[in-house]
């Protein structure tokens, strides 16, 4: 199911599938999902304007808690 639901589809690559899944992991507080799918994201050419601009949803979604993770996210991108 992890490769269907980021495989590039027709209108969303799979850089921006894995920045999606990552503001779902961020406004659910999962960590482990949270490096899972950044690293995707990061092979499959995101950018760190692209993360950020995906935890800004995440943290308009998520509220208070989602700034934590938000930035749990930004620097497992740049540690990879």
Do not use: W
């Not at 503001?23 to 950020?52: M, P």
């Amino acid at each position: 199911m992890s490769k269907a639901a980021t495989a590039p589809g027709s209108t969303f690559d799979a850089a921006q599938r894995e920045l999606m899944a990552v503001a779902i992991a961020v406004s659910q507080g999962c960590e482990d999902c949270i490096v899972y799918h950044v690293a995707g994201a990061k092979r499959h050419g995101a950018t760190e304007q692209g993360l950020i601009e995906a935890l800004e949803v995440a943290v308009e979604m998520g509220g208070g808690p989602s700034v934590m993770y938000g930035a749990k996210a930004l620097e497992a991108f740049k540690a990879l």
